[in-house]
């Protein structure tokens, strides 16, 4: 112990201030002391003789404090501000400060904070002349020093609003402690009642304990606050240590003796920061950057993903402007905004151990343009790592990183590190550049020497700017230089500006950033080339930014040509202060032409007062700019995160937010004693963005700055959520005017409306407003927009039914009910039209509730097993349809209930439920109106999907539409429109060949047969393949001419049957493609079939090798199969055929029949016909129908003739039974008492080929079964086969 010093009266507050010991006691006394315990003679100074006023420039007699018993309770010296902040006993707080360098009681002045008088601790921050004192009401009144008139001025305040802390923001109790960190970016307040919250300087709040997880239990219990008694910043501001206040005092007595050591304990809490706190250079990335003790934290996901297009760039990025889209690469400079917001989780780069061991905390870090690269600096030295190698590259002479220690931070540039450092060995600042590829050693390092410390390091372009002790700034070229074996950087000096004059203290500067905003009016949208240079030096001076722009008031340098080094360089004007309260800036050295507004602006973070962009104003199609407008304007907006880093084209901010896990489950309630890590729950640190565009546009609005607004809207309008930009602008526009309680003078909504108006989203923004609003203030926002009928009517004229359906909600609401339903009834019909099948289910609920009078929304379809809506008829994929059934089979169908073409989902309790109600009649009467059209038009394709989608239940309606609309009025029509729907092929036949192995009907070969067998055995609807027609592939346009030759096939054919077997021998002559109709089936199809014809030949009986078929022959057989058409439109066409058959519409049969081309089809309809009682109009309907076809057949298409030849028979007994009938009945199903010829052969072949069987042998065996009794039927005399012959009909 040196020395006991005795002050006659207890001590209230001691501060270090310099050489000397400042001491306050509690008799009002101040007394200075020096460090070796002597006052040199100094006499301690009575506060009531110091003088106080409002301000150093009032009456140097100020007010003396006036009674005795004032004394300082807590105080702090501020060395940038050369005094001391003081709390007094009664409340009142004031700075102190030493006229002169001699500190007595006539050279000391006082000026008073007039507002406080409830003070009770005070915190200064050196780093930003900021004073902060805690008050008795909880609140804490931050403070700064008037320059000029050296009064105390009001900054801000730091309080807890009811707001978000609605249950404790007034019941904290006086402030307890403040305690500024160490790189003086963040304030830790504490209260007496308990808690901790975190500010950054200028009043954002990041922490707060009071609320949320830290305040309660997961079970919803309230937890006591933790008090604390003491706390302290640890180094580099990475820790939190607090001494616990409450701990002892709440136990119990009988357990104090037992628990009180382990209780009474010290907490420790961990922190990570922004980069941008320590090393303010990185504010011109869009990477976020968080770095910690030991480890970083990055937000540019996986740099591997993102390596190959950027490392092809060329090196010099200002030398090109590449445009991006909203998720593009975006150039060198940037990473794609995908890569940056990709997921929520941090890249955590774990520091390399051997580093730490000697160089623990990590005091600054950076990381590249590519988000590809980190550098780190520790206690000495640095060191660095790639993301896409996951190396680390530390110094490999260990003497080489003790001996230089980093003092302005470290940027990059390109692939090279640039940092400011003092050299210990040699006592030298330095300024240095390392490569990253090759080794560190500062054998390969370009070493500038330094006049001054260097404080702060920032890189534009290819500039290295540096801000030095002795206040000036410094300018260096830097350049690449590819000499040797490693590529070299290169540095030279262009210009140095002193700052002396205007910056106070070097320390008070808290970045320097050079960039190419300017304010002058050279800069038009003709020049933008101009923008890329250094144009001005942007100085943060303790909150204040300060501009340097170039003074190009004296000549202009105009030789582009002499080396830009050599070149003079133009001098900097006066400063000017651009904004107050500034904590980071961000600005881009990038350009975009279609972004220019977003990339030539200045952004800045002022804490609690949110953010502020410094804009540019361009004139309009390179007009001549107003003179009274100015060229950049300042706009405040408010944002809900904490910005860390902006993405320029993007309109985007990205932070960081610290979120919560509650862990006390894990503690059980019988434990001895509550553990304090229980107070806290688990902290992580989540990554979060948010869109500001709206805020901009809404500034540029009130302003009326509309033209500007749209310049940059436009500019934006590519961005995935620039539509939730205009509905977020609307919805905060509506919401604070229509709840305004006093009438607003010039309400902004109209305009907002207006400028949406500009925007083909402008219906889906309104009604998507409108629909997240509450319902009392529609009146005002559709008074704005427009009529709600109006702006529906416009929906529905624009084709957009499903903003349509949401404006129907609206109208619900507020019109009445007949209202609703006649545009409800409007929608329904375009969306039937449309096909849109889940807005129809939609509107279909929307009807009945309104008819049965509720008036809320219906709630949402439910999705359970709804037919899928990929392209119909899709819900009978599992259920097997045979067509070869017997009539007697056919005829029991009939009676079966007709849920069998209906979906199991739930849209058919529709049909069922309340079938008498007139809202269903109603509806009904709707889908029967559409229903009719269709079949009136001939689109069966949107038919099925109508009915299959809607669980329209088609079999009972075509039953009751079998006279009307589901006659075929015009056969050749319907099958005109069903091959193009269908996308079916027309037939076509090849040219007639003399040397046919095949002229004698005889020999009819079953190949194509078993082909067209192995190519649909997949289907679900397994059916005898019967055709044996010639096929060739279709074709975009059909032939005008007809060949001669082909004519006389075409007279020969229509001779009769005797002629018919020369007909159908395979013609393998030139192919004709003659009609005046074809359709285009998929691309595939031919590829796919022919492939399946080379594998399926092996599966032919050996009988048929002596037929010896020719390789044109062979392709022929292919061609046959290639003109089917899609399997999905077979697929179709069957199941249509499947319902028309039970519905008795024999006359669509017929038409699918004949497209199909299947004669088991036409056999199957002719049989019912001849088996039950027919209405003779049908008879003669099909009758007159097949004579069309056969007619058309014989002068457009030709292809139909050999299967209009095969069922020549059926028709002529068709001829046969309509003569007979006298008088027509209606259709009633009977179920015959015989069961006719085919029967048995028929169900057999269904069975066979249902079991998918591959063996050729019984393939076989049951189409000869089939064949031979089609064969009776054609011709009498024909001779019986033995078995396991083929017939043969080829194509």
Known sequence: MKKVLDLQASITSLQSMLEDLLVATADGFLHLIHWDGMTNGRKAINLCTVPFSVDLQSSRAGSLLGFEDVYIRDMEYCATLDGFAVVFNDGRVGFITPMSSRFTAEQLHGVWAQDVIDGTCVAVNNKYRLMAFGCANGSVQVYTIDTTTGAMQFSHKLELTP??????????????????????????????????????????????????????????????????????????????????????????????????????????????????????????????????????YLNCGDAAQTQSPRNTLAHSEHNHSRERGPFSDGGLDSQGLSTLLGHRHWHVVQIHSTYLESNWPIRFSAIDKLGQNVAVVGKFGFAHYSLLTKKWKLFGNITQEQTMMVTGGLAWWNDFIVLACYNLNDHQEELRIYLRTSNLDNAFAHITKVQANTLLLSVFRDIVILFRADCSICLYSIERSSEGLNPTASIQILQEVSMSRYIPHPFLVVSVTLTSVRTETGITLKMPQQACEAESIMLNLAGQLIMLQRDRSGPQIRDKDSNPNQRKHLPFCAPVVLAQSVENVWTTCRINKQKRHLLEALWLSCGGAGMKVWLPLFPRDHRKPHSFLSRRIMLPFHINIYPLAVLFEDALVLGAVNDTVLYDCLYTQTSAREHLEVLFPFSIVERTSQIYLHHILRQLLVRNLGEQALLLAHSCATLPYFPHVLELMLHEVLEEEATSREPIPDPLLPTVAKFITEFPLFLQTVVHCARKTEYALWNYLFAAVGNPKDLFEECLMAQDLDTAASYLIILQNMEVPAVSRQHATLLFNTALEQGKWDLCRHMIRFLKAIGSGETETPPATPTTQEPSSSGGFEFFRHRSISLSQSAENLHSKFNLTKTLSMPSGPSQKRWSKDSDCAENMYIDMMLWRHARRLLEEIKLKDLGCFAAQLGFELIGWLCKERARAARVEDFVCALKKLHKDFLWPFPVIPASSINSPFKNGKYKTAVGEQLLKSQSADTFVNMEMDTGISNTPRSRSWLGTISSSQREIDTVSSHGPHMQDAFLSPLLSKVFLIGDECSIGSATDLTETSSMVDGDWTIVDENFSSLSLTQSELEQLSLELASKGPHKSQVQLRYLLHIFMEAGCLDWCVVIGLILRESSVINQVFSIMQSSDIDGEICQNIKTGLDAVDKWASTDCPGYKPFLSIIKPQIQKLNEIVEEQVQPEVFQPVIPSKVPEQANPRAEESRTSSSHSTNPQSDAGSSNASRHEEDKAKTEDEDSFQEGSYDCVVS
Request: hydrophobic share 35%; aromatic share 10%; charged share 20%.
């Open 163 to 296: 707001k978000q802390y609605p249950d404790i923001w007034n019941k904290t109790g006086p402030v307890k402690l403040i305690r500024w960190s160490p790189d003086s970016c963040v304030v830790m307040v504490t209260w007496e009642c308990g808690g901790l919250s975190l500010w950054s300087v200028f009043g954002a709040q990041l922490i707060c304990t009071l609320g949320g997880d830290f305040a309660y239990q997961s079970d919803g219990a309230k937890k006591d606050p933790l008090k604390i008694c003491s706390m302290t910043w640890g180094s580099e501001g990475y820790h939190l240590w607090v001494i616990d206040g409450n701990s002892s005092s709440n136990m119990k007595p009988e357990r104090n003796a037992n628990n009180e050591a382990q209780q009474f304990g010290i907490l420790q809490f961990q922190f990570i920061k922004s980069a941008l706190t320590v090393n303010p250079c990185m504010s011109n990335q869009e990477q976020v950057l968080l770095q910690g003790e030991d480890r970083l």
